[in-house]
T-cell receptor
């Protein structure tokens, strides 16, 4: 079992729809959860992070964390073609910020 | 203009050669990291450093070496012992590296190809 698992996709949504990206993790000691966006050929850029159970909203993005079920998700409202990218989920344990990355989910937003 | 710079953007290496990838940051971050990304795969940690003159191996350190002589610089050498070095190399930094809440920021990356 991989430490951090994501569906590779592609996840296809029409412009204006809500895109839902999911990530599960195996280590119950994980404490911090990060979502990065990576355009083809570019480096990852941080979208948002979440530490506590529940929802965290930042503009069109909402991160949801459920530690009991060991999953974290990212919702993108009003999806735009410019959101088309690979979304990486990363998880870290307490004590040191060593990130474990999933392989990413490719999102395609069609006009 | 604060950020992380990596050079070169593209690098070609002949088999048997050592090459050094540069990473510089002016964010005043204590911690720096090197990752490798292969097509369709997640990022894998090569080395990390939480403080000047100290660094630790990550998950795939074999065939690589680093130094941390200055806070702002963390060069990575890909040695001839690395059997499959063709990959996208990413440098990152974070404020302290001492807390799980510390956020890592990435440089633009170096794409290394072995000829």
């Amino acid at each position: 079992q991989k430490e951090v698992e994501q569906n590779s996709g592609p996840l296809s949504v029409p412009e204006g729809a809500i895109a839902s990206l999911n990530c599960t993790y195996s280590d119950r000691g994980s404490q911090s959860f990060f979502w990065y966006r990576q355009y083809s050929g570019k480096s990852p850029e941080l979208i948002m992070f979440i530490y506590s159970n529940g929802d965290k909203e930042d503009g069109r993005f909402t991160a949801q964390l459920n530690k009991a079920s060991q999953y974290v998700s990212l919702l993108i409202r009003d999806s735009q073609p410019s959101d088309s990218a690979t979304y990486l989920c990363a998880v870290s344990r307490a004590g040191f910020q060593k990130l474990v990355f999933g392989t990413g989910t490719r999102l395609l937003v069609s006009p | 203009d604060g950020g992380i710079t990596q050079s070169p953007k593209y690098l070609f290496r002949k088999e048997g050669q050592n090459v050094t990838l540069s990473c510089e940051q002016n964010l005043n971050h204590d911690a720096m990291y090197w990752y490798r990304q292969d097509p369709g795969q997640g990022l894998r940690l090569i080395y990390y450093s939480q403080i000047v003159n100290d660094f630790q191996k990550g998950d795939i350190a074999e065939g690589y070496s680093v130094s941390r002589e200055k806070k702002e610089s963390f060069p990575l050498t890909v040695t001839s012992a690395q059997k499959n070095p063709t990959a996208f190399y990413l440098c990152a930094s974070s404020l302290s590296g001492g807390a799980s809440t510390d956020t890592q920021y990435f440089g633009p990356g170096t794409r290394l190809t072995v000829l």
